[in-house]
């Protein structure tokens, strides 16, 4: 079975981790395969929106621990420079939106990819550990920059030290994610959120998610600026001029 199970259903690419006897720990060619159907999403005009989600009770369990020595895999900075490091900056300039859909555990670099996605959905049996400081290493695949600006210093501070699993329920309430929906509903709840975004207009999409991008580092100023900027440009798209005519027709959009 291929580590990545991949589909297109409805505008709508379904990616799911698989190596589900590993908690879908990610090795080097998970890591590679996953990235390489996310260049296909981001060339595809057939996909307009991206699902990531787990087979199996967990979501990504990190790392896999038994591939991480020089000697097994490609190391550590190997695996960072060639795997980790790209599926952040690939997920975040990706001009179509990622939701992940997190079905159970989520730790190491499989809670920090799902973090850097657009969207996050647990179910409610999920959960997150930042697990790094528990076998000597620090947050990677972007933690120390997401965790702080999601949930606040003091959070993300002390989820990163003491490395302890948060719930599904309390990674919602601190506004690390989301939406929690219960086990029985999680695939057809998550499902319709992520078809819901793939329904929405691209040039939206894309113009929000790298608005949202810059405000990470803009001054007010600038972000007005861009904001004018990326209005403009989507005021002047069919997709707006459907949307009103939707509107006023009491009709919904057909966005193309
Ligand atoms: C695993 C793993 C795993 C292999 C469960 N590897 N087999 C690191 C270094 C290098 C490059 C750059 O980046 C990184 C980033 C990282 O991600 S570091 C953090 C790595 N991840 C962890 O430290 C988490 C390790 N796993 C766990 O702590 C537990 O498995 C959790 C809490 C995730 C889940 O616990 P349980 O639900 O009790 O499941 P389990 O522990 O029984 O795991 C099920 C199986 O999956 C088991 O195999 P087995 O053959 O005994 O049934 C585990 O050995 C295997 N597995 N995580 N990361």
């Known amino acids: 079975m291929p580590s990545i199970l991949f589909e297109i259903k409805d505008r709508l690419a379904i990616i799911r981790l698989n190596r589900p006897d590993k908690l879908n720990a990610f090795n080097r ?17 057939e996909i307009k929106a991206i699902y990531l989600t787990g087979m199996g009770k967990g979501f ?13 895999g490609p190391g550590v900075a190997g695996m960072l420079t060639e795997v980790y490091n790209p599926l952040v ?6 001009t179509k939106p990622v939701l992940a859909a997190v ?8 809670a920090n990819i799902a973090l850097c996605c657009d969207i996050v ?14 076998i000597g290493l620090i947050p990677d695949c972007g933690g120390t920059y ?4 999601l949930i606040g210093w003091q959070k993300a501070s002390a989820l990163a030290l003491l490395g302890e699993k948060i719930s599904a329920t309390d990674a ?9 929906f219960p086990d029985e509903q999680f695939e057809a709840a998550s499902l319709e959120m992520a078809y819901t975004l793939s329904k929405m207009s691209s040039l939206s999409m894309a113009l929000i998610k790298d608005a949202l991008n810059n405000s990470l580092n803009n001054s007010l100023d600038a972000q007005l600026a861009l904001e004018n900027e990326y209005q403009q440009k989507a005021a002047g798209s069919s997709d707006f001029k459907e949307g009103i005519e939707a509107f006023l027709g009491k ?6």
């Open 121 to 134: 959905v647990a179910s409610l049996s999920g959960s997150f550990i930042q697990a790094f400081s528990k």
């Open 29 to 45: 060619e998970m890591g590679l395969l996953l990235l390489n159907k996310l260049e296909l999403c981001s060339a595809s005009p």
């Open 103 to 110: 079905n159970g555990v989520a730790a190491g670099a499989g």
């Open 146 to 149: 997401f965790l702080p600006r």
């Open 172 to 180: 919602q309430q601190t506004g690390m994610i989301y939406k929690v």
């Open 251 to 256: 009709r919904p959009p057909q966005f193309i």
């Open 89 to 94: 900056t690939s997920i975040r300039n990706l």
């Open 60 to 72: 990504s369990a990190g790392q896999d621990l038994t591939e991480v020595t020089d000697s097994v």
